[in-house]
């Protein structure tokens, strides 16, 4: 009885990963330079996905794919892929309506950058997987990265959280990080350098604006 108790929990217990939320990039005066906002990934199970043709339309659409891209990923032979990466969280009522065996939809977080390029040379940017890749983002990796938590969860056929059951472990959040730069003038500068640099067909410039 209780080899087939634990093969049952199996097939629907599972445990999951609740993952942490970056840390912010601040100019002097609190301004955001780099958040994470709450988004998806769009997971499916290929041996499992059970979808009509017009049910894969709409999937391809969601994920920002085309139907002959989609069912050519389909066909790679991987069994768990990974449709879209840091979707819009907005996303996730179109896509739960759909009511898909073998769609999985993972909560994450997505990195945004509200002051774009203007900062970019500073702040950095980081992967798929939050991890800082260049700039402040990597420098101050240890301590804008969270620490993930976990649930333990039961999945319906159709891979839909409909419980969670037991003790959880709550993630933490990364600590911030606060520059000494002004956004407003760091955009303005930057602003005046790309039209600069335009204007005289140069390879590149810099610019340092001192009070």
């Known amino acids: 009885a209780d080899f087939y108790q634990k093969e049952g929990e199996k097939r629907y217990l599972h445990a999951e990963d609740v993952p942490a939320g970056r840390g912010k990039v601040l100019d002097r005066h609190g301004a955001l330079l780099a958040t ?8 499916v199970n290929a041996k499992e996905l059970q979808a009509n043709a017009a049910e894969r339309q709409a999937l391809a659409r969601l994920a920002g794919l085309t139907p002959r891209e989609l069912d050519r990923r389909l066909k790679t032979g991987s069994r768990y892929l990974f449709l879209k990466r840091g979707a819009d969280d907005g996303l996730k009522a179109e896509l739960q309506a759909l009511g898909l065996k073998g769609l999985t ?99 590149s410039g810099s610019v340092v604006v001192l009070d």
């Open 36 to 43: 994470s906002v709450p988004a998806l990934d769009i997971v």
């Open 105 to 203: 939809l993972v909560d994450t977080w997505r990195r945004s950058y509200p002051e774009g390029e203007a900062a970019a040379p500073i702040v950095g940017f980081t992967d798929v997987e939050q991890n800082g890749l260049e700039g402040v983002e990597r420098h101050f990796q240890d301590q804008l990265r969270g620490q993930d938590g976990q649930r333990a969860v039961v999945r319906d056929r159709l891979g839909r959280v409909v419980e969670d059951i037991g003790e959880s472990t709550a993630a933490v959040a990364g600590r911030d990080v606060q520059l000494s730069i002004d956004a407003k003038l760091q955009a303005m500068a930057y602003q005046r350098l790309r039209d600069a640099v335009q204007a005289h067909n140069a390879k």
